[in-house]
């Protein structure tokens, strides 16, 4: 399992060497948004008007931040359960997001999505937000501000760490990762 | 009779939701570690690093434990010899939460209707709170801010007593397992059996909040537990669901008396950042 350190926005040549295991420090802009922002983001693309930002090669990060601190430029950050954003994520994939950080197993449609878009979903450490607050740089809100928590925000990240959960080949290591315990066990 | 000032429960609140979410319980951290130890996949033995990474930072900071810092719930054993003064009992529990979650940036996580329009209410109010008239004039708060992601990977059934413990067991195991790494193991799993309906889940979620390694007083049960846990840490679900030994902490029991046509039983999942914290007034 290797470990890279990658900027974003992700391209092609980035993800196609991801495997699932692999450890990558993630660095530049990603974005955040939950579950109401989804709904939003997906219905503006089916009236074709324009998002909040450029979702080509873009990373979207599944977070609610608590409140910052005076002098932190966010609050604890970890990752929310992904498989609320499942509905709507292959309608952004096939838009051009490349990457989702997030926690918990993706469903299928998700994962057919991630292969024929050539993406990827990283697993940040749930509850290990206050370590994961550290690698944010700065924290801008850009839209829907009237979610507060929810709204989608602009970070800038600094070696942000994560764990490669499903690559562009199909693979899952929620799956893999057990089963190869469950092997182990059983030598 | 003791009076009770509601504002000391105010200014009680207001401290717990804090501490609560800012430090990890002594058990919970050194069942971590030995987890860390334990573990032998890269991946695992990686995630149990940066949690335990996660408790140094959030003490020394003061920042929550994890961003998801919770509904406020609250279990208070109120003597029946306290009198309350000063204003209504609920109002002063909600003012702790609405100022502990202002000042000590805490999420806010609620919003004010479930389905329609689930806008959030500012201040993480309404808590829930469970009150118990016991004797003396003391009043126990306990804290517990429990986050959503466990939260949604619990379940209630209404079982058959032909079912049996066997059924009991496949149950919660079979929870587990479908809740994979949504819950952000390795997770507590609390077990409420018999009461009724609602009675079963409260019990499940009380039974997160015994000690670790505290075993259930009824050695039966006690076996039970131990039982629960070998099997769920054999699933290899493992931190954050990535593959690994640990999977649960721990597997508490709680249960009590029921209707001779029911058997409930209710799984409560907690995630690794399990926090409580109690006060005596």
């Keep these: ?187 | 009779m003791r009076d009770i000032n509601v504002s000391e429960l105010t200014n009680a609140v207001k401290k717990l939701v804090m501490d609560a979410n800012y430090y990890i319980p002594k058990d919970i951290r050194d069942s971590l570690e030995k987890a860390y130890k334990d573990e032998t996949s890269q991946s695992a033995k990686s995630i149990l690093q940066m949690i335990l990474k996660n408790h140094d930072i959030s003490r020394e900071k003061k920042m929550p434990l994890c961003q998801d810092t919770g509904v406020a719930v609250f279990f208070i054993d109120i003597g029946q010899d306290v009198h309350f003064v000063g204003g209504d009992f609920e109002d002063a529990i909600n003012e702790g939460v609405r100022q502990g979650y202002i000042e000590g940036y805490l999420r806010k996580s609620l919003v004010n209707d479930p389905v329609i329009h689930r806008v959030n209410t500012k201040d993480n109010t309404p808590a829930i709170i469970y009150p118990r008239i016991v004797p003396g004039e003391k009043v126990k708060i306990v804290a517990a801010p429990k986050g959503g992601g466990a939260e949604n990977m619990s379940e209630v059934k209404m079982m058959k007593a032909a079912d049996g413990i066997e059924g009991v067991m496949d149950f919660v195991v079979e929870r587990v397992k479908k809740s994979g790494g949504n819950p952000c193991p390795p997770v507590i799993v609390g077990v409420g059996i018999g009461g009724d309906f609602e009675m079963s889940a409260l019990l499940a979620k009380k039974a997160l909040f015994r000690n670790i390694g505290e075993r259930n007083s009824d050695p039966e049960y006690a076996e039970i537990e131990k039982e629960l846990l070998n099997r769920i840490n054999a699933l290899g679900i493992g931190p954050m669901g990535l593959g690994g030994k640990t999977t649960a902490l721990e597997v508490f029991i709680e249960y009590m008396p029921c209707h001779i046509a029911s058997m409930p039983v209710a799984v409560n999942l907690n995630c690794h950042a399990t926090r409580h914290k109690e006060i005596i007034l």
């Design chain 1, 1 to 187: 399992m290797a470990e890279y350190r990658l900027e974003t926005p992700l391209k092609d040549e980035d993800i196609e060497k991801l495997k699932i295991g692999d450890t990558v420090y993630l660095s530049g802009v990603i974005y955040t948004a939950r579950d109401a922002a989804h709904k939003r983001l997906v219905d503006l693309i089916k009236d074709g008007k324009e998002l909040p930002f450029d979702i080509k090669g873009a990373v979207i990060y599944y977070v609610g931040p608590a409140p910052a601190k005076p002098g932190y430029p966010i609050g604890s950050a970890g990752p929310t359960t992904s498989y609320r954003m499942d509905p709507y994520a292959p309608v952004l994939l096939d838009n051009g997001l490349k990457g989702m950080i997030g926690k918990g197993p993706r469903s299928k449609e998700v994962i057919d999505a991630m292969v024929r878009n050539k993406a990827v979903y990283f697993a940040a450490t749930g509850g290990a937000a206050a370590l994961i607050a550290l690698s944010v740089v700065s924290a801008e809100v850009i839209a829907y501000e009237d979610l507060g928590t929810e709204a989608v925000r602009k970070l800038v990240v600094k070696d942000f760490p994560c764990i490669v959960a499903n690559d562009m080949y199909g693979n899952d290591m929620y799956k893999e990762g057990v089963e190869q315990f469950i092997k182990r066990g059983k030598i």
